[in-house]
């Protein structure tokens, strides 16, 4: 399981390069283009889950055949509002930390419910 709270610690920091968020499978690019989020939205998202969105962890296959493991959050969330919001959509939120030492997070999924 990814720490959370020390994650979105360095999301929020001047060291994280939007260039390090890797979207991991075409499904989530599409979702990305099909609710017009950018990368920045997608941090800020990551920044707004608490410990208690967390569902489960999991492998989930990525471009290029490779597997990662994951943690899969649902959060509600206002997207007009960009905050947090319990009417909200559910959001959910699939993501990884490249193992290879480099700091790239790896963004698998990101839409509401289907």
């Known amino acids: 399981m990814i720490d959370l ?38 941090v800020h998202m990551l920044g707004c889950l608490l410990a208690n969105d967390y569902g489960k962890s999991e492998w989930c296959q990525v471009k290029g055949g490779s597997v ?7 959060m509600p969330y206002d997207d007009a509002r960009r905050q947090r919001s319990a009417k909200g959509l559910e959001v959910y939120m699939k993501f990884s930390i490249d193992v290879s030492g480099a700091l790239t997070l790896v963004l698998v999924s990101c839409h509401p419910p289907r």
């Open 68 to 74: 990662v493991a994951c943690d899969v959050y649902v």
């Open 5 to 42: 709270l020390g994650l979105q610690s360095l999301l929020k920091s001047t060291e994280f390069d939007l260039d390090a968020l890797w979207v991991a499978t075409d499904r989530c690019e599409l979702d990305l283009e099909n609710y017009r989020w950018t990368y920045e939205d997608v």
